[in-house]
Structure formats: C-alpha cells, structure tokens
C-alpha cells in the first residue's frame, strides 16, 4: 500500500483481556516505531524496530506489554490482561533510515483506539 | 542524553497574530530536527525539517545550534493553524531513533 496500516481501527475489550495490534509498514522501510496516545496527551513512545537489531523496548510500560516484528515488515503489539488504563489510541509509524536524505521521515498510520471496559 | 523539550503545553493566539512554538533539544553531535503536526482527525504528518529549510504553510523553523533551539515562527496565524505539534530529532548518536517533544496544541482564535 502507499501508507502505514493499522488494523484494526477501533477495539473495544474487556478489562483482563488480550489484544493484538497490527502494524503494516511502508515497503522497504527498515525502521518501525510504536506510540501511545492517550486523549488530548502527546506521544508516549513504546518501541522501536530498526532492521535486524535488537528492539529498543525501553518504553514499554509494563511486563504486560510486548511487540514483535516478523520478517522486517509487518508488526503486532500485543497487550496482555487490559487495563483501563490501556484505553488510548496507538500509533505505528515507518521510516527508512537514511539521514538527511528523504528517508529518516517518518511517516504514520491512522492509529488504532484501545477501549477497554 | 538526547531530549526534546516543548515548554509549552497548550499556546493560544488570535488570527493574524504572530505564533511561535518553542523548541529545546540536547543532543551530542549534529541531529537532524523536524516538526511535525496533527490536525484534527487526521494523521500525524511531517510539517518541515531543517535541512530542507523551506517554508510550509507559512511556517519557518531555523535550527541555533548555539542555543539548542528549533522554534517554530509563522508571522501570521491562521484559524486552520490550529493543531497540536511536535518537535522531534534523529541522528547518528541515537541510531536514528526519532526522538519527540511532548507536543504543544495551538488554538487559534477568531
């Protein structure tokens, strides 16, 4: 596709369930960012994939949290028991890596709204 | 440690008044800045990076590596200017993990 997709757009749950976030990234980008959202707040960053390093995971919030990314495309960012605290809009975004040049942008999906009941 | 620091939470000014959203960074070596906006219902998306220094919408940003600052200026704001905006920063140093600001929304009034 020619964006960042996110799926799906809308989850409503219940509180101790788990959820799964898809993530389709722009082709050929080698960078892959996980955010947080909550209302009328600004971006918590999650979690950062850049080609075949190791995950900078450093803003996960809890153990309850965790995100893969397979073959260097497609991304899930699965939360484990919800919480209310949990409900807000996540983001993903990609960006090919090169500075200074038209890379190193990054460009992002249209989110998906957690609600957790 | 590399930061990015808006001090500003919410800036409200009136249409046709001058606007600018502070910007702070610390980083070690040259990153690259970038600001980025969010208008109502729609995606985050990039506004303008220093590099390109070209003006978009109307608004300018001049990166002061002396002050550590990427204020975004527009001389005239406009009802559609209202958004919330982010300051962000990338480099070698952090291998290019995007850093951004806590986002500054600006309303603009009739």
């Known amino acids: 596709g020619a964006g960042v997709s996110q799926s799906p757009s809308n989850k409503v749950t219940e509180k101790g369930k788990d959820v799964e976030l898809r993530c389709d990234p722009i082709s050929g980008h080698t960078a892959l960012y996980w955010y947080r959202q909550s209302l009328g707040q600004g971006l918590e960053f999650l979690i950062y994939f850049q080609g075949n390093s190791a995950p900078d995971k450093s ?10 990314r397979t073959g260097g495309s497609v ?4 939360i484990q028991r919800t919480q209310q ?8 975004a990609s960006s090919s890596r090169l500075a200074g040049g038209p890379g190193n942008i990054q460009y992002f999906g249209a989110g998906t709204r957690l609600s957790v009941l | 440690a590399q930061r990015v ?5 919410l800036l409200s000014v009136f249409k046709g008044a001058p606007v600018e ?10 990153p690259e800045l970038f600001w980025y906006v969010q208008y109502s219902r729609q995606r985050l998306q990039l506004l303008l990076r220093h590099i390109s220094r070209e003006s978009i919408k ?3 940003a001049d990166l002061n590596k ?3 600052s990427f204020h975004l200026k527009k001389p005239f704001a406009q009802e559609e200017d209202s958004a919330m905006y982010y300051c962000a920063l990338s480099g070698h140093t952090g291998g290019f993990k995007t850093i951004f600001g806590a986002g500054t929304r600006l309303f603009v009034k009739a």
């Open chain 1, 85 to 92: 605290e949990d409900s807000a809009v996540y983001l993903c």
């Open chain 1, 75 to 78: 991304s899930t960012l699965t």
């Open chain 2, 21 to 30: 959203l502070k910007c702070n960074y610390s980083y070690s070596g040259s």
């Open chain 2, 58 to 60: 109307g608004f300018t």
């Open chain 1, 59 to 68: 803003g996960l919030p809890s153990d309850r949290f965790s995100a893969e």
């Open chain 2, 5 to 9: 620091t808006q001090p500003e939470k």
């Open chain 2, 66 to 68: 002396g002050e550590t």
